[in-house]
């Protein structure tokens, strides 16, 4: 298993909420979380088949910011 992390604009729970459908889909429920009271929002994703730009084209088709930590 790897982790990856990413900075992003996904800052409040209605920005989780709008995520998560892509998210899961793409890397399964419980297998990310994003750290909203951290400054730079950090999208942790734990996976062992998901590459570093699956996950950013999954968060940029939901409408959101993100690049590499």
């Known amino acids: 298993m790897k982790t ?5 604009n ?5 920005c989780i909420k709008a995520v998560t459908p892509t998210l899961n ?5 419980g297998n990310w979380q994003v750290d909203t009271a ?4 950090i999208l942790t994703v734990t996976s062992d088949k998901l590459s570093a ?3 950013v084209a ?8 993100i690049q590499a930590a």
């Open 4 to 8: 990856l992390q990413f900075k992003t």
């Open 10 to 14: 996904i800052n409040c729970g209605g």
């Open 25 to 29: 889909q793409e890397a399964g429920a």
């Open 38 to 41: 951290n400054p730079d929002k």
């Open 53 to 55: 730009e699956q996950v």
């Open 58 to 65: 999954a968060v940029e088709q939901a409408g959101f910011k």
